[in-house]
């Protein structure tokens, strides 16, 4: 523990009368923080929001650790605690660089720093993060760290904005197994704001029903009959331009708000197989994609099943593609997701199979309906030999898909030759621009409708 927070909790034993608190009980009451004893944001904010005690000009730095909530539960709270403390003694001994530092919440820290190059601001911070990376709790344990940079101009122009400034360049890094320093610029600011904007404009978009849905037919691999097909938004924004999605999903992604967008697609989806059944036309299953970013939401399930069942539409109709975790994190919400919804009768779909965190081992633990493998390896067998590594890779990912009872698709085929290879292989769909570009709904239609014939 380190000699503040023995104070600190000392002190405080068997308090009780205002009279007995001294003026140091309020100092480190209000300035220190519990848990390592080191200043807490509101001492920070004093130097930094206070013209009258800060004269020196400074650069601003917030860092936090990445996945330190596996350090929580790997390690439980006592030595995930001797993690931050670790940390802030690295603060008290950057004195020489550091004006002001402190743990703002959580495993969330800020500092100011004497100003400096971007070039050489880094290297020192470089310098800083490798002396905590590994910690005596666990000498095999790596600590990485997602840092966001104002520099001194910045600091100066934006004043009371700094801090936001510095947590939004930090929020850039997004890689995993490594530190990542980012510097605020001004090409972030503007990203921002536009993202703000789409955001708050979200709500108006889908009163306006600026929403579409697109549909990419799925085809079996021996007959090449349609047997399926992806939905896939597309935003007519304002009536006036037709926006794809990754102009938009990812700012929806970090403001939280995918949800929404979500459940529109899905009673889109919903609205139009009722319509299909109506006309008396074959309906298959259609895919909607479930943002990752949902999968701890609690009400998923009711928020799901709320609009399948309000629509009466048999859950078999319905397919939810889940991508799989980009951090151990959530690896556990996947696969108790992926049980729930098949419980419920919903096919389950793993998107972009062999892109995040665990592959492997989520073959091994989750029971997905069909692995979709991800455009990259489809892309990887081209122009390539049979017997090149490439190659061998997909065939083994169908192989192993097979013998562990689940369908394999093939995403984002575009060439007669990757349709042979993976035909020969024993793939079992195909999605991609070699039969059909997503489309919008009436051309679905008629693909349907020529398939049956029905024209
Ligand atoms: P995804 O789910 O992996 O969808 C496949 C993407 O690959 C689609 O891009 C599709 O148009 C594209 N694609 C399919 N075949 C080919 C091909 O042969 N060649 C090439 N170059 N591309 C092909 P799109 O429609 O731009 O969607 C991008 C991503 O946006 C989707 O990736 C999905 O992750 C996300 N997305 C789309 N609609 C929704 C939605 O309603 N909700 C959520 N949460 N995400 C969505
Ligand atoms: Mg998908
Ligand atoms: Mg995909």
Redesign the pocket.
């Known amino acids: 523990m380190s000699e503040e927070l023995f104070i600190l909790q000392h002190n405080f034993d068997g308090i009780c009368r205002l009279e007995d608190v001294t003026k140091e009980d309020l100092f480190n009451l209000a300035y220190r923080d519990g848990i390592t004893g080191y200043y807490n944001w509101a001492y920070m904010w004093r130097f930094l929001y206070s013209k009258s005690r800060i004269k020196e000009e400074f650069c601003f730095v917030h860092f936090d650790i990445k996945d330190f909530k596996m350090v929580n539960e790997l390690y439980g709270h006592d030595l995930a605690n001797q993690v931050l403390c670790m940390v802030c003694d690295a603060l008290k001994n950057a004195e020489d660089w550091v004006f002001h530092s402190c743990r703002c919440d959580n495993d969330n820290f800020a500092m100011m720093v004497k100003p400096e190059s971007e070039e050489k601001l880094r290297t020192r911070l470089e310098q800083f993060f490798d002396t905590i990376t590994v910690s005596n709790i666990d000498p095999q344990l790596r600590i990485y760290y997602r840092c966001g940079v104002v520099l001194v101009d910045d600091a100066k122009k934006w004043d009371d904005r700094v801090a936001d400034l510095a947590k939004f360049a930090q929020r850039m890094g997004k890689r995993y197994n490594c530190t990542e320093i980012n510097f605020y610029t001004q090409g972030m600011y503007e990203k921002m704001l536009h993202d703000k904007q789409l955001v708050v404009y979200l709500d108006r978009a889908i009163s306006n029903d600026e929403f579409m849905?697109?549909l990419?037919p799925k085809y079996e691999v021996n007959s090449e009959r349609i047997i399926g097909a992806?939905?896939?938004?597309?935003w007519n924004y304002m009536h006036e331009k037709l926006l794809?999605?990754?102009a938009f999903?990812p700012a929806?992604?970090n403001y939280d708000v995918?949800g929404k967008?979500?459940q529109v697609?899905l009673r889109k989806v919903c609205n139009q197989i009722k319509i299909w059944q109506e006309k008396g036309l074959p309906v298959y299953p259609i895919s909607?994609?479930?943002?990752r970013k949902?999968m701890e939401n609690k009400q998923l399930r009711e928020q799901i099943c709320s609009v399948v069942d309000e629509v009466g539409i048999d859950h078999r109709l319905i397919e939810f593609?889940l991508?799989e975790s980009a951090s151990s994190d959530d690896v556990e919400f996947l696969r108790s997701l992926i049980t729930e919804l098949r419980a419920l009768d919903f096919y389950v779909s793993m998107?972009?199979f062999g892109t995040g965190y665990s592959s492997l081992s989520l073959l091994n633990n989750m029971s997905p309906d069909t692995i979709?493998m991800?455009?990259s390896f489809v892309d990887s067998i081209i122009d390539k030999p049979e017997d090149s590594k490439e190659c061998m890779l997909v065939r083994d990912i169908i192989s192993m898909t097979k013998h562990l009872g689940f369908q394999s698709l093939a995403?984002?085929?575009?060439y007669k030759e990757q349709v042979d290879l993976l035909r020969k292989w024993g793939c079992n769909v195909f999605?991609?621009?070699?039969f059909s570009?997503?489309v919008p709904i009436p051309e679905y239609e008629q693909l349907i409708r020529a398939q049956e014939n029905m024209l």
């Open positions: 849905v697109y990419q992806e939905a896939l938004v597309r794809p999605p990754i999903i929806f992604e995918i967008l979500d697609v909607v994609n479930l943002s949902r593609e991508t998107d972009d979709k991800d455009k995403e984002g085929v575009e999605q991609g621009y070699y570009k997503p």
